[in-house]
């Protein structure tokens, strides 16, 4: 299993309208399909931050993911409105091995 962190920076004072974004996505179905997902909001460490975490059985499955639900225009259409909110990101992808 792959673990796949999508780690978003928000600029200060944009986590509600973040927030109302990504509730917007889940309720239309626009998040990449995963075997497990979750979005969490720090508690500790670096503030503001938004991170989307996926479980995908291979590489090739996330591949499949991103292409399938970021290639929408829909999802082109609600990124350009969730990324004026983010300052910088990052990823990880890492192997479970237990």
């Known amino acids: 299993m792959f673990i796949v962190r999508d780690i978003f920076q928000l600029r200060f004072g ?12 889940y309720s239309k179905g626009m998040l990449p399909d995963a075997k497990s997902a979750r979005i969490l909001s720090d508690f500790t460490g670096d503030a503001y931050r938004l ?5 995908h059985d291979s590489l090739g499955d996330y591949e499949r ?4 639900s970021m290639g929408t ?3 082109k259409a609600w990124y350009e409105k969730f990324k004026v909110h983010i300052t910088g990101s990052q990823r990880e992808i890492l192997k479970q091995v237990m």
């Open 51 to 55: 991170i989307f975490e996926e479980g």
């Open 14 to 25: 944009a986590y509600k309208e973040a927030k109302a974004l990504l509730d917007e996505a």
């Open 73 to 75: 225009k829909e999802w």
């Open 65 to 68: 993911s991103l292409t399938e």
